[in-house]
């Protein structure tokens, strides 16, 4: 079935430090792929998406690029704040299965000032 | 503008009671969802609608049941609480599918004892 596997938290990094968040995905035909983004103590928000092959997703300085070569989504941010400490959840909408969204485990992120 | 709201923010029940969680959106959304979310695991989704008067199973419908009867309520009964129900509760909204923006709210704490 339709799945998402993102790395496995905590990822720790000081501030200013360049972040990747690896994401992969498996669906049938070309889903819909998302970043949703989850503070402490309050319930998730959209951060990016994309939802054609080679589409970029953007907001906040964070970015992801939709590859189905690689069938991959990985989130990238050139220099992250302690204010980015958060748990990241990749997710993705099967192209025939609109109604539902699929997420992963999500990486949970600490930045040290 | 409100957005997603649910009460209570926390509960404890005992074994073998019933509650219901509370969710409302005021943004006109057709599509609603209720997710639980386990420590250290990604977001598991119990029910779904797509409108008022229809519901569907999520991956984890058991011990749960939900009503719609108007676009702003979607309420998730337990019946029968057990330990393994104990969960943070989240619901969200979208206005057209999955692959709009998912609205969230800020989550119910629930522990059973």
């Known amino acids: 079935g339709d799945s998402v596997t993102q790395m496995e938290g905590p990822v720790t990094l000081s501030e200013e430090a360049f972040l990747t968040i690896n994401c992969t995905y498996t669906?049938?035909?070309?889903?819909?792929l998302f970043w949703y983004v989850q503070y402490p103590g309050e319930g998730l928000q959209l951060l990016l998406k994309?939802?054609?092959?080679?589409d970029k997703g953007s907001n906040k300085g964070f970015e992801a690029t939709y590859r189905k070569e690689t069938t991959s989504f990985h989130l990238e941010k050139g220099s992250v704040q302690v204010s980015d400490s958060a748990v990241y959840f990749c997710a993705l909408v099967a192209r025939n299965r609109d109604d539902k969204i699929i997420f992963g485990k999500g990486t949970r992120l600490h930045i040290l000032p | 503008n409100a957005g997603v709201t649910q009460t209570p923010k926390f509960r404890i029940l005992k074994i073998g009671q019933s509650m219901t969680l509370q969710c409302a959106q005021d943004m006109n959304h057709n599509y609603m969802y209720w997710y639980r979310q386990d420590p250290g695991m990604g977001l598991k989704l119990i029910y779904y609608?797509?409108?008022?008067?229809?519901?569907d199973k999520g991956e984890v419908p058991n011990g749960y049941n939900v009503s719609r009867s108007t676009t702003e309520d979607f309420p998730l009964r337990l019946e029968l609480a057990a330990p393994s129900q104990t969960s943070v509760y989240f619901c969200?909204?979208?206005?057209?599918?999955?692959?709009?923006?998912?609205?969230f709210g800020p989550g119910t704490r629930l522990t059973v004892l």
């Open positions: 609608s797509v409108g008022a008067g229809i519901t």
């Open positions: 669906a049938t035909g070309y889903p819909s």
């Open positions: 969200a909204s979208s206005l057209a599918g999955a692959t709009d923006t998912q609205y």
């Open positions: 994309a939802t054609k092959a080679d």
